[in-house]
């Protein structure tokens, strides 16, 4: 796959998704419901979600404004410009959320002891990154 993709556009989605399906899932579900705000030009907002099992790890686009409504264990909302500087690799979603610029919801918990699979997305994610348009 060499062609260059919209960050968090359809095809970015699919290929992120098929990105991280090789990783082993973790025994319990647990979502991350992300909503990531005031995407350039007339695009909106966006949400999607980070589900770690039990099946397989995926990252899938969610139509209107499910991660509003409890369907995900924890919940991050961010602006464009901040995900798209952690996508970019430019700051660490830690940084981010030390610095205020992140908001953390729901239950916080659910993401206790999960740092290395989601540090393991982020390395499967890194291809995809070389190649996506911000």
Known sequence: ?????DYLGPDWFRQADESVAALSPIPSSVTVAVKVVGLPG????????LV????????LPVDGDETDNGHGDATLT????V???????????????????????G????????QARLAEIEDRLGDLRSRTTY
């Open 83 to 105: 995900a798209s500087a952690i996508a970019r690799g430019e700051i660490g979603a830690q940084r981010a959320f030390l610095d205020g610029e992140v908001r953390l919801g």
């Open 42 to 49: 007339d695009r909106g907002d966006v949400r999607y979600q």
């Open 78 to 81: 961010m602006s464009y410009d």
């Open 107 to 114: 239950d916080t918990t659910a993401l206790l002891g999960h």
């Open 1 to 5: 796959m060499s062609e260059t993709v």
């Open 52 to 59: 770690l099992g039990p099946d397989r790890v995926r990252i």
